[in-house]
């Protein structure tokens, strides 16, 4: 069993539409979660960081930890063709030999319809 | 955000010579940047863990003799694949941490061996 699993799907959605992107994970250890969006052939953008479970948000995005069920998701509102790319969660452990680790999702490829 | 930057954005070079990959933070100085490895349609694997002033930690597999990392300063690290071969062809990435474990990506490096 993969330490992070993020369905990779495709999915496809109308401009304008609710996206929600999740992921899961089995290492109790992890205490910072992210949210990449990757375009193609470019290095991952930074979306969201988090610590700890909670929910936060920033502009049309919102993403959310919930620890006790080791599930996060990242929402994206009103979403527009630009959007289209590929959303990558990531977490790390707190310090040691950790600090700074990331473990990555396999990513979900999304694409918006104008 | 934070800057990181790689140069060369993509490079081709022959079977058996070497390559050289900087990764600079522009606007921020980074005790600790990270050397990943992307490919097609695939998640990011870490390679190493890059430290200003020491040797760098490399994740089990990756051969640090084929994959030299010098860390010069807080703001740039260099990756050189020594002896090159086709099968290092691939999507090299650069990451560096401003604060906390807020972690920030070069845009790539496409290396192609002829």
């Known amino acids: 069993q993969k330490e992070v699993e993020q369905d990779p799907g495709p999915l496809s959605v109308p401009e304008g539409a609710i996206v929600s992107l999740n992921c899961t994970y089995s290492?109790?250890?992890?205490?910072?979660f992210m949210w990449y969006r990757q375009y193609s052939r470019k290095g991952p953008e930074l979306l969201m960081y988090?610590?700890?479970?909670g929910n936060k948000e920033d502009g049309r995005f919102t993403a959310q930890v919930d620890k006790s069920s080791k599930y996060i998701s990242l929402f994206i509102r009103d979403s527009q063709p630009s959007d289209s790319a590929t959303y990558l969660c990531a977490m790390s452990g707190a310090g040691g030999t950790s600090y700074g680790k990331l473990t990555f999702g396999q990513g979900t490829i999304l694409t918006v319809h104008p | 955000g934070a800057v990181v930057s790689q140069h060369p954005s993509w490079v081709i070079c022959k079977s058996g010579t070497s390559v050289k990959i900087e990764c600079r933070s522009l606007d921020f100085q980074a005790t600790t940047m990270f050397w990943y490895r992307q490919f097609p349609k695939q998640s990011l694997m870490l390679m190493a863990t890059?430290?200003?002033?020491?040797?760098?930690?490399?994740e089990q597999g990756v051969e640090k003799d084929k994959f030299l990392i010098n860390h010069a300063s807080l703001t740039l690290s260099t990756l050189t694949v020594t002896s090159a071969h086709p099968e290092d062809s691939s999507f090299y990435i650069c990451?560096?941490?401003?604060?906390?474990?807020?972690?920030?990506f070069g845009p790539g490096t496409r290396l192609t061996v002829t």
């Open positions: 890059s430290n200003e002033g020491s040797k760098a930690t490399y």
């Open positions: 988090t610590y700890s479970s």
């Open positions: 290492n109790s250890a992890f205490q910072y």
């Open positions: 990451s560096a941490n401003r604060d906390s474990y807020e972690q920030y």
